[in-house]
């Protein structure tokens, strides 16, 4: 169902990058790219019949420097599901923070010849760093509060499958956008598919000149959601804060909590999407969360796996000697 | 007294006290300046350096390094630094003070600054008149901002009474927090923890009203926004004993050097956006700015190589400082004269050490240079004790030929090309 929005070159030309540390510097066609490599895989995930052999032989590995749960199960469900071998390595972010640790794991994880590693790490910037210095592609799971850029592609692509395009599309990002890598990544995402991208929070959770990445700021939320086509929450990053930066979680929940009656004020059939975890009662009310009709959440993870196996596929292809890719 | 020969430096282009430039050699004796001038001649027994028409100028004198690093302080044409007492341990007892002052002995003279507060945390006074006659030459609040105010105004008091001048770090910590970049589109796109450049004129307007309040004497080591500089203009308008330096990355760089989280563009301050970069360049031009420093921080990989917010902050500067002032000159910023004002006379005056200008009776610390001379800035080989530079692979023009401290010629490590 590829709306024609964007066409793009046969062959390692359709994404001539060596990993996706970030959705900065991909041109809209090499996301639209990766949304329809994304399609084959959510209609296999669906059937019976999970698993291809397509990576066989290939080894990834998940160094995963800061606690996750979903999004490391999601590679790791991407990487079997393509055959791939998959190893997961969870370090505690207290033993790579100092010296030269994380460079000697990255070297330490080339040594062991991985043909994808797939990187979270606390400090943004870091998987960049490790990028540079192995010789297999490399996937950002979230960099600190950097990029995410496969949260991006599958809240693209769950918006794509509900709306099908872009332009002009009312996007509200709510929460704490100061904190977030989702948020960044959303943002260049979207705006770069031509939608209309608004970003509401307190000023003590907004980053200075963010319009500079072609938002329109809103510290109302009423305001920021009148007319919204998909309504995106975050949650307060607490561990990431240093200092007081709301009053409450009841008091933030006052003013940026998304209930039944606030969205009312977005468009009626405005999409409502969260990265996860969620904080029930604070930044989103159970019964928008579960809104049969309108919650995209468990959709999004679903399309969480599809998009990781996209990324995971096309990133091994110039290994894998994959005609037009070599 | 020394026991060296006598020493002419002849044939160089003398840039004088008073800021003109004259043809001629000068003559040093027992490690002081004693004739300067056309007329001067070397004597029977004289050690002659002949300087082939090059500019002599005083050694610089560098205010606020990190560590005592004599190659790079020598090929960059510094003949004496004041160490900031951000050591391991700190330099806040005067013991520590004395050793710091004898460790670049005798081809490098360091000036102890001594820890405003016992160890640096910002909270008690130090013994300061111990550590002043063990050799400290001012007081310094180190890396940091003192954040409470009566701390900060008991310092000054005592300072004042004691006669020496607070260095001062100009950050208000609470704004600053854990941040690594300036608040700004950069930062925000990097998700870089940042702060707003205001921080720092927050906590200049405290210390310039505390410093009155004293009637003490305080020099900002950093004053990197328009906001800041301009209260440093006020201050000195109304005859307040204010004054201010910065580091060359303040007015050659801005943030858009972070992109890509180059570890060796993570400085304290955190570099500002481009207007401030150009109120930088306006205040040394006004004379607002009155000492340029290099800031001398050499940082290894394991400082360095390391996510930007993880890295330390710093940079190696003593090399650069010469020809980025250099740089000034060329542009028309400044004069010659002015330039070694900025680099010698000035920080020597802060200091209240005899040296920092071509006088007769002024310790022999001569430099004989080349301001046109161009080279490329490499990392990988330079004489500091790491490379890490924000401008690698820079050219630039301004090389020291022959460094002279104590009126001996000093061995250079030869460097580069």
Redesign the interface.
């Known amino acids: 169902m590829t709306p024609p929005e964007y066409t793009y070159p046969a062959g390692a030309l359709a994404f001539p990058h060596r990993g996706l540390t970030g959705i900065a510097g991909l041109a809209p066609h090499q996301i639209w790219f990766l949304l329809d490599e994304a399609e084959q895989w959510v209609e296999m995930n669906r059937g019976a019949q999970k698993r291809v052999e397509l990576l066989s032989g290939l080894t990834i590995i998940n160094a995963f420097f800061e606690n996750s749960t979903r999004t490391l199960l999601s590679f790791e469900i991407a990487g079997k599901r393509l055959g791939a071998d998959v190893v997961n390595m969870a370090v505690a972010t207290s033993s790579v923070k100092k010296g030269e640790t994380l460079i000697d794991t990255a070297m330490t994880l080339n040594a062991m010849r991985a043909d994808a590693i797939v990187i979270r790490h606390a400090s943004s910037g870091a998987v960049q760093l490790i990028a540079d210095k192995v010789d297999c592609p490399v996937l950002n799971a979230g960099d600190g509060q950097h990029e995410h850029p496969t949260q991006a592609l599958l809240d693209a692509l769950t918006i794509r499958q509900a709306k099908r395009a872009f332009n002009g599309l009312r996007v509200t990002i709510c929460g704490d956008i100061l904190h977030s890598r989702v948020a960044r990544s959303n943002i260049l995402c979207l705006a770069s598919l031509g939608a209309d991208v608004r970003v509401c929070a307190p000023p003590a959770l907004m980053p200075a000149d963010i319009e500079q990445m072609g938002v329109t700021v809103f510290h109302d939320f009423d305001a920021a959601l009148k007319g919204a086509d998909v309504v995106m929450m975050l949650r307060l990053q607490m561990e990431r804060m240093e200092g007081q930066f709301i009053p409450s979680p009841r008091e933030y929940r006052h003013l940026y909590g998304l209930t039944l009656d606030r969205l009312e004020l977005a468009e009626s059939n405005a999409l409502v999407m969260h990265p996860g975890p969620m904080n029930r009662g604070v930044e989103i009310d159970s019964n928008v969360a579960d809104h049969v009709e309108r919650s995209m959440i468990t959709t999004q993870v679903e399309m969480g796996v599809a998009i990781r196996m996209a990324c995971l596929d096309v990133l091994t292809r110039k290994g894998r000697k994959m005609e037009g890719w070599a | 007294m020394s026991l060296h020969a006598p020493l002419t430096v002849t044939g160089g282009r003398l840039l004088l006290a008073d800021g003109s430039i004259q043809s001629g050699a000068v003559r040093c004796e027992g490690g002081f300046i004693t004739a300067i001038g056309a007329e001067v001649a070397a004597q029977d027994g004289d050690t002659v350096h002949d300087a082939r028409g090059q500019i002599v100028a005083p050694g610089l004198v560098d205010i606020g390094v990190f560590a005592i690093d004599k190659p790079a302080f020598h090929f960059g044409g510094i003949t004496r630094a004041a160490l900031m007492p951000d050591q391991n341990p700190p330099l806040d007892v005067s013991a520590r003070v004395r050793f710091a002052a004898q460790s670049g002995k005798p081809d490098f003279w360091v000036h102890p600054l001594a820890a405003a507060t016992q160890g640096l945390e910002g909270k008690a006074l130090a013994e300061i008149a111990m550590m002043r006659d063990a050799g400290a030459r001012a007081v310094c609040t180190g890396r940091r901002w003192i954040g409470d105010s009566g701390t900060m105004l008991r310092l000054l008091q005592y300072t004042g009474m004691l006669g020496m001048v607070v260095i001062a770090h100009a950050e208000d910590a609470g704004i600053v ?2 941040a690594v970049a300036t ?3 950069m ?8 702060a ?1 450049a205001q921080a720092e004129a927050l906590a200049i307007a405290r210390d310039i009203a505390l410093a009155e309040m004293a009637n003490a004497a305080i020099h900002f080591r950093n004053v990197t926004t328009a906001a800041g500089l301009e209260l440093v203009r006020a201050a000195k308008a109304r005859g307040l004993k204010v004054t201010a330096g910065v580091s060359p990355a303040y007015f050659m760089l801005s943030d858009l050097s972070i992109g ?2 180059r570890t060796f563009t993570h400085l304290s301050p955190a570099l500002r956006c481009e207007a401030d970069r150009r109120a930088v360049v306006a205040a040394i031009a006004d004379g607002t700015i009155d000492v340029i420093a290099s800031g001398h921080d050499p940082r290894g ?2 400082d360095k ?6 890295s330390a902050p710093g940079m190696a500067g003593a090399e650069t400082l010469l020809p980025l002032t250099m740089s000034l000159v060329r542009d028309g910023v400044i004069d010659m004269a002015r330039a070694f004002e900025l680099i010698a006379a000035n920080p020597a005056k802060l200091l209240g050490v005899n040296a920092g200008s071509l006088a007769v009776g002024a310790e022999a610390d001569i430099a004989v240079l080349d301001p046109e001379r161009p080279w490329i800035v490499n990392s990988d080989k330079m004489a500091a004790a790491a490379g890490n530079t924000p401008f690698d692979r820079q050219p630039v023009q301004g090389r020291v030929l022959a460094l002279f401290k104590g009126g001996v010629a000093v061995r250079m490590k030869k460097i580069g090309g």
């Open positions: 927090g854990n608040a700004g589109e930062a925000t796109r990097l998700g870089l923890p940042s707003p890509a989280f990989p394991e190589r390391l996510p930007f917010s993880d």
